[in-house]
Structures are given as C-alpha cells and as structure tokens.
C-alpha cells in the first residue's frame, strides 16, 4: 500500500513538472495559433473599446468568445484607455501581443512590440457622428411618419436575424426605418469586416479621378519587378483576378489570419505571395489584395501623411461620415481589407453615394461611369464585380440571378462582411439596407428575406 502511494506521488509530481514544463515552453516559444488568438482578442477589443465606446469585457465576452474557437476562453485582456494600450495573454503569460490605439486611424495590432512604430503615425481625427437636427443624410435628423408598416419586418427576429446590431432602411435618400440590437444606437461606430473593401474601391477611385493612378497602371510594386506579377494591373486587384496566391480561410492558422494578426507589414506579406494564375485570368477572393490596393494607392499619392489623411479628405469628409474609422497596420497601410469602424447610418450615406452614381451634394466625388464599373460583373466571375462589390447576397455558394428568388429585383448589389454585414443597394427601388450584427455564417441567416420584405413593403421608386 505504502509502496502504491508512493508511486502515485511519484506519478502526480511527474504529472506537474511535465505540465509545468509545457507551459515554460509555451511562454517562451508560444504555438502560432496562440498568437494568432492574441493578436484577434486584443485588436478586436482596441477597436470596439477605444473606437466605438463599448465596454472591454463585454467585447471579450460576446464578441471574442462566445462565437469563435473554444481557446479563445483562455485570454485575459487588460485595456488602458489612458494610453490606447490594449494586452492579451493567453494563461496569463503566454502569447502576450499588444494593440494600440492612434489619433483619427483606431487600433493596430503589434505582433513584433514595436509599439512606438505604430504609434508614430496619425491622421485628422474622426468628428463623430453629426448632431445636426437637419433630416439625414445632411444631419443626424429622422422622419419617420407614415413608415409605421415597416415595424412588423423590423420587430421580426427572423427577419432581422440573430445577433442584430443596427438596420438602417433608406428610400429615395431619407431613412424611413431603423433598429438597434441592446447595448447599440445610431452613434455606435460599427466594423464593416470585408464590406471595407468597396470602400477600398472607392478610395482608390478617389486617386484615379485626382490623375494619379489608373485602373490599366501594372508595375505597380517594386517586389514585383522582374516577374509575372509585374503584369497585374489596379482593376485586377479591385475585381479579385491578381493570380495571386492567398489563403482565406479563417478556420485555422492561414494567410489571412497570419496577416491580420502576425504581420506588422500586412501589403508586404500579400505581395509577396507568388503567382498562381495568370493575371486577369482567374477569380481567387482576397483579403491580401485589397491590403495590396490600399498600399498602391497610398502609394500613388507620395506623401505618407497626406495619404494618411486622405480618406477623410477625399470620401468621409465630403460625404459627412463623421463616424468613420479607416485602421492602419503597424506599417502605416490602411487595412483595406476589413477594418473601417462607422455607424449603420454612415454605412448607409457610403451606399447612398453609391446609388447616387458617385454624386453627393451637388459634387461629382466619383464619376458616374466609375461606379457603374464597380457593380458591373467581373471577366473572371459574373457575382463578383468590378470594383470590389457582389452581384448576390450571402449564400454558400452564390450564383448570379440568386436574388431573383428572393423576390428582389435584378439590379441588387451588396457590400458584404464576415458576421452578417450587409449594405444592400437597389437604384431601381431608390433604396439601401443597412444590416449589421454578430451573425456567424454557419447560423445561415440570408438578408436577402429582410431586405425583400422592405422593398415589397415600400413600394415603387
């Protein structure tokens, strides 16, 4: 018996240096994948703590944790507002990764701790959203009189589906209905995921039109002289036909995750991807080549701070999105890839331009032939178009004309992000649907049902 109890002693000491050991090891050489966690936990609290005003366990809580890998649950996030430094750890002391916060450009992950590069650099700061009593979209004032038949399809929880944080409903440019999921309103800056790359789009039109880049421009990255991807040209980035390689699944450690969350110089990890098709030649969905677009245009306007600032100059200022939030990586890049923080309502004045043809207030911000080239079908797919838009809403595996099932009519396009952001555009209807929230893709909500429904219950233009 003795004996028994002492090779059980034996056995649990083994037990907890082997355990205390693995856990040394992690410290000092930490998994990628408990990087990459760091590196999501503490940017996505940054930029919903110090951009949209929310509160930092509760972002931990609700948006890092209950939806995604169990793992997740093992980081600790502390967040100084004073400084706009945000630490994750996983186990407390394994995997540490900061993110930090900078005047007018959010948060940005630093996977290499060279806070102080990231640091140095700003832009104009955002206002925030207008408090003007003028009705939308000149300010923040709303009628709602004589839409009371639009209360059923936004009190729906189907319709508006699971994880609601904002509908905006426009019809011939004024918003005629909206909702708020708990803990959200019009002034809550909210992440567009990848619907940032219509923006990106925009942006890079926005350089076009200033004569200082064109959609035909190829040698466009000095890494890219001297081979194939020297022939990639700016309109096959916007319509995602580069033929560069790029993983985009989210699932486990890939190239969008490393880049995001691993890369201090995201443009630069992209475009050094090799080539796997032709250039034009292929659709391949990619976060990386939006990064790429955002670096080319900064590129193309030489002076890093007026590029810095330029987005604010040339689209959120004009368009009076007061609220919106471009990030950069460490590197100074804007992520156009993902990461533009804005109220559903300035969502919806960016998709009201858009059905404007590029007009706003009597100013021709974009040309009109500009915009109808960024929801045309692309050569390489007929649902992704041009300039970074989608001819179909959300589905698994989306074809053209899905959205005719729906009931909605032919002309239909849509920003679209992870999570359930949509921004649905229809000139014929006069009308843009902004829907946000926390929705993960395998509850298979489809938007297509709500915005149906609106149109049906609004009429003709």
Not at 156 to 167: E, F, K, Q, S, T
Not at 236 to 258: A, K, W
Request: charged share 20%; net charge neutral; hydrophobic share 45%.
């Amino acid at each position: 018996m003795r004996l028994m109890k002492k090779l059980l002693g034996i056995l649990a000491g083994l037990v907890v240096l082997v355990v205390a050991g693995a856990y040394l090891y992690a410290v000092a050489a930490p998994p990628t994948l408990l990087r990459v966690g760091a590196g999501y936990s503490s940017k996505i609290v940054c930029s919903s703590a110090l951009v949209s005003g929310r509160d930092p366990a509760k972002v931990l809580d609700i948006d890092v944790q209950a939806p995604g890998n169990p793992v997740l649950k093992g980081y600790t996030v502390q967040t100084d507002r004073a400084s706009g430094d945000v630490r994750s750890e996983f186990l407390r002391f394994i995997a540490p990764m900061d993110s930090v916060a900078r005047p007018g450009l959010g948060c940005a992950a630093v996977p290499d701790g060279r806070i102080a590069r990231a640091k140095d650099q700003s832009a104009p700061p955002a206002p925030g959203p207008s408090t003007s009593k003028v009705l939308w979209p000149e300010g923040a004032g709303v009628d709602l009189a004589g839409h009371d038949n639009l209360a059923p399809i936004l009190d729906d929880a189907g319709l508006a589906g699971p994880g609601m944080r904002a509908i905006v409903v426009v019809k011939d440019g004024r918003i005629v209905g909206e909702r708020y999921g708990a803990g959200f309103d019009a002034r809550t800056p909210l992440l567009g995921w990848s619907m940032t790359k219509s923006v990106t789009a925009a942006l890079a039109g926005t350089v076009i039109e200033a004569g200082k880049l064109r959609l035909d421009q190829d040698h466009l990255l000095p890494q890219w002289a001297g081979d194939g991807r020297a022939q990639i040209t700016v309109a096959q980035l916007m319509s995602m036909s580069s033929g560069l390689r790029f993983n985009e699944d989210y699932g486990d450690v890939s190239d969008i995750t490393r880049m995001l969350y691993l890369e201090p110089d995201m443009a630069g990890f992209a475009a050094g991807e090799p080539l796997a098709a032709k250039p034009g030649s292929t659709f391949h969905y990619s976060s990386g080549t939006a990064v790429i677009l955002s670096r080319i245009w900064q590129n193309a306007i030489g002076d890093k701070t007026a590029a810095l600032a330029w987005p604010r100059k040339a689209l959120f200022g004009p368009l009076g999105m007061g609220s919106a939030v471009l990030e950069t990586d460490e590197a100074g890049t804007f992520v156009g890839s993902s990461y533009l923080y804005a109220t559903a309502r300035d969502w919806a004045r960016f998709g009201q331009f858009l059905l404007q043809d590029g007009e706003w207030n009597g100013r021709q911000i974009l040309p009109p032939s500009f915009v109808r080239m960024m929801h045309s079908p692309s050569a390489a797919d007929p649902v992704y178009a041009k300039g970074m838009l989608w001819l179909a809403g959300p589905a698994p595996k989306m074809k053209a004309g899905d959205d005719k099932a729906y009931g909605l009519p032919a002309d239909t396009y849509w920003l679209e992000g992870h999570d359930g952001q949509t921004v649905t555009v229809i000139p014929s209807a006069g009308m843009v649907v902004v829907r946000m929230g926390l929705t993960p893709s395998d509850l298979n909500y489809r938007p297509q049902r709500l915005v149906a429904a609106l149109v049906k219950a609004l009429g003709p233009t």
